[in-house]
């Protein structure tokens, strides 16, 4: 604790596929507060883990300069970070997250898709992975051996999670797989063997080792399935995050350099994220609500969420500039094309989304790049949570069939929202594509410094938490979200709003509209909402009450479009209500 | 920050990295020159292989299926050959799959691998070995006029560049692939379209040059002998105009034209290299800052593939069409149109 006591200023490097970014953390003296932190000054550069550079620290160390031009002060010499800080130079410590090492390819084999496949799956969407194919012999009566075989030869894959049987259960079929494994582990030259993770029936551990131990490296985990009716993903998760730590952070080229400048180990973006869900979930301390967080980065799509204490973090594989050309291959470019509020062939669709995967680094600069931009955030948004709710267990939270859970703030993050021109887009794009339900508080990591600041956590807590307080989530405003069916135009709810100075404003929320009422940023409102008996606003059906809200760049939204939001079939008429959204939040 | 660069340079030396796909063998020496058809290192790719169930097939216990084989280990057999049979009256056979060698066997199954294919690489480009590994390729250095590419099919060739429309707008259409085109390296200025794609390969290119391709013809093009490649990625916009002058100013000349890319992960560029018999050029230096004066290219619409230099670095924000603020330059593109541009849209010309 004494050590921890000196700590005055904190450097945060968070290298991202495409940016690596600097955040300086600052101590202030807070008057009666007594200490807090800051962030005082951050820089911006592409990432170098690739050629030419083939150096993270090329990069990290061009922010740095940009860094000492911003504060005017000396933090790189002698071909190193200064730490400890001397007097006015240097920082007292370093931490790095990474999201730019490529995610580990994953081969997973197993038998049943909707059983011990599902939470291979499942599991191997806790870490940077792409999962490059599943083997099963689904629908065949005979073992496509052959098949199996050449597909891993071919792909050599960096880990093959094996699963498949219930603990005492199938046999022949899993050993059927794994000899399909070793035969293809065999012909791959001794460096390019895949190491294999089994999560399978516990009775067959020996024999699979025994099998394929002198061929390539065997893991042995809990089964992911062990019973018909239960689902263990903890210990094949925590097996695939080492592995992405061990072989592809801590040897990214650069990363040896940065480990010695830092005071903690290298940490996953996506795990720094979602500390800060958590962090928030124990603040607002809810427990008929959850809190979610999204972080939609170049290359993944990150979903974190904490319902009832229990945490969960799930990484699409996905995100805006690598990945939308894969999603249109799997759902057509029609998904895409309907959030569009001018007309686009889908040629020209498809050549913006090569365009931006060939140069992720790029802004739109034309309206109707950015409209494309926004559409891909929206189906990149939906797919992740799409993938991540089945992962969660929320308990006693209110949730309305195939709707989000209550969750309560939802914290949005990531060059792909953050980035948006008007904050009222960001908001819209949440809300079109998440689809809360109830009553939510919108907070926009206007700086992306939310995973610095999980990062910071594990150092020095107090640090991340005070300067998370002072400002670094700014709140878009709090959203109100009926639920339920009535006729476009019809009264869905009424609602007062009593303003801290004593004004007051009386308003109707009609099906079909989105509204927004003023609600300036950090002011505060006593809601009195009184829904229709038909309608749900988080308090049950037909139920209103008292609720405190807090203002934010936006306002107030009222988001009576209804859940699931249907978008006109009719192309015009789409393109038309679109345009109103857009001028309902803003332009 | 850094603004990524694209080299499109008269003369210059380059090093241009010779890979093979996995380890194998060198063919050349450190120090040694070498002609672009010469094959600098060679490797075997995998083979295709079958695993035959003989147990299964000829419907016996595994322990027994010993009895039945006709081959040994290391024998080559042909597609059809009886690998196994249980003789008497409806007796039942295992044939070969494949053509192929028998690679092992056990648990009542034979493995099958056939003949290993052999894959060369040629230096592509004519110069001096400057790097030579033991197995996995070489690196060579070359002079010439260098254009680092958009986008490629991954084919790569080496044949006489011709230069077949008037202006970077203008597309290549059937008309301008006549008998002359037959060996050479087309420069077009926009895109083609499939018709002019059956046209080249009709009368036997050896490769396109163009601005950009739509991507219906991905597929297609990937699936070329000959190396397609673009200056501005996928694109139907005209060809910048700073590749089309070098291009132009190199009609009629011996081309390298390398299609080979990777996304995401390691990023190899596809590239145009013409060799000049020339010593001592520089390389070209990726720290060359951006001042006034420094050519540029714009990357995103509305003014994609659009060159010019810079007229102007404002030291506050520039607002952009979709309203978003951001630091940025003022460009000169010619003809007195100057547009502002955020450094992220801009690539370094060097």
Known sequence: MAEERTIESILVADCGTVFTKLLLLESVEGGTAGQSYRFVAQAETLTTINPPWNDLTVGVVNALEELEQVTGRRLYGAGRLITPRHGLEGVDAFVVILSAPEPLS???????????????????????????????????????????SRTVRDI???????????????????????????????????DQRPVVLYAGNAELRPQITKLMGDITHVEVVDNVHPTVATEHLGPAQTALEQYYIDERMNAAPGAETLLAWSR?????????????????????????????????????????ASFEDRSYVTIYDKGIAY????????????????????????????????????????VPQDPRELWVEQAVVREMLRSAVDMARPTWDAGKINAIPGMLPGVDPILISGGGLVHMPRPGQALLITLDSLQPTGISTILLDINRAAPALGAVAGLKPL??????????????????????KARPGEVVMKMRIVYQDGGSLNVEARYGDMEIWPLLPGQKATLELRPNRRFDVGLGLGRGGKVQAIGGLVGLVVDARGRPLVLPEDPDRRRRVLHGWIWDVGG | MFIPYSVVNPLITVRIPRRLPRPGEVLVRLGETVEPARIVAQTVEPADFCIVDVARELNVPVKKVK?????????????????????????QVARAPINGAIMGSGRGRLLLEAEPQTVQIAALVPGLVVEASATDGVVIESTGA??????????????????????????????????????????????????????????????????????????????????????????????SQAFFDLLRSLDGREVSVS????????????????????????????????????????????????????????????????????????????????????????????
């Open chain 1, 106 to 148: 994953l081969v997973i084999a197993g038998l049943v898709r909707e059983m011990s496949l599902e939470s291979a799956r499942r599991a191997a969407s806790g870490t940077y992975t792409t999962i490059k194919t599943i083997l099963s012999r689904e629908g065949s009566l005979n073992s496509p051996q052959t098949t199996w």
């Open chain 1, 156 to 190: 050599a894959p960096d880990v093959v999670l094996l699963v498949g049987g219930v603990d005492g259960g199938a046999r022949r079929p899993v050993m059927e797989l794994a000899d399909a494994i070793a035969l293809a582990a065999s012909m791959l030259e001794r």
């Open chain 1, 264 to 304: 903690l180990p290298l940490l996953p973006t996506a795990t720094a994220f979602s500390r800060v869900v958590n962090y928030l979930c124990r603040r607002e301390g809810n427990t008929d609500r959850g809190v979610l967080g999204i972080d939609v980065g170049a290359a993944t799509t990150t979903v974190a």
């Open chain 1, 323 to 362: 990945g939308p050309l894969e999603w249109v291959r799997e759902h057509g470019a029609a998904p895409l094309l309907q959030w569009l509020p001018e007309e686009m062939e889908e040629e020209e669709l498809l050549m913006l989304l090569h365009n931006r995967e060939l140069r992720p680094w790029t």
């Open chain 1, 463 to 484: 640090a991340a938490a005070s300067a998370m307080e002072s400002g670094t989530l700014i709140s878009l405003g709090t959203v109100i979200s009926p639920v339920g």
């Open chain 2, 67 to 91: 009895a039945y084989l006709k081959v040994e280990r290391g024998a080559t057999v042909s597609e059809g050959d009886v690998l196994a049979s249980r003789g008497g009256l409806g007796g």
């Open chain 2, 146 to 239: 260098f254009m680092q590419m958009g986008w490629g099919n991954g084919k790569e060739a080496f044949g006489v560049l011709r230069v077949v429309v008037r202006a970077p707008r203008h597309p290549i259409r059937t008309k301008h692939i006549d008998a002359a085109a037959q060996g050479a390296i087309l420069v077009g200025g926009s895109h083609f379209d499939e018709e002019t794609l059956e046209q080249a390969i009709a009368m036997q290119v050896r490769g396109i040059i163009v601005g950009g391709i739509p991507p219906s013809m991905i597929p297609r093009l990937e699936a070329l002998e000959f190396p397609v490649v673009t200056t501005e990625g996928i694109s139907m916009a005209p060809m």
């Open chain 2, 259 to 350: 299609g080979r890319m990777r996304h995401r992960w390691g990023t190899e560029r596809p590239y145009v290299m013409v060799p000049m018999p020339a010593r001592g050029a520089a390389p070209v230096n990726p720290e060359t800052p951006l001042v006034v004066g420094s050519r540029v290219r714009v990357l995103r619409g509305p003014y994609t593939g659009a060159s010019g230099v810079v007229s102007d670095i404002p030291k506050g924000l520039i607002q952009l069409e979709t309203g978003a603020r951001l630091p940025g330059v003022q460009v000169d593109l010619g003809g007195k149109e100057f547009v502002l541009v955020p450094f992220a849209n801009l690539e370094r010309l060097l």
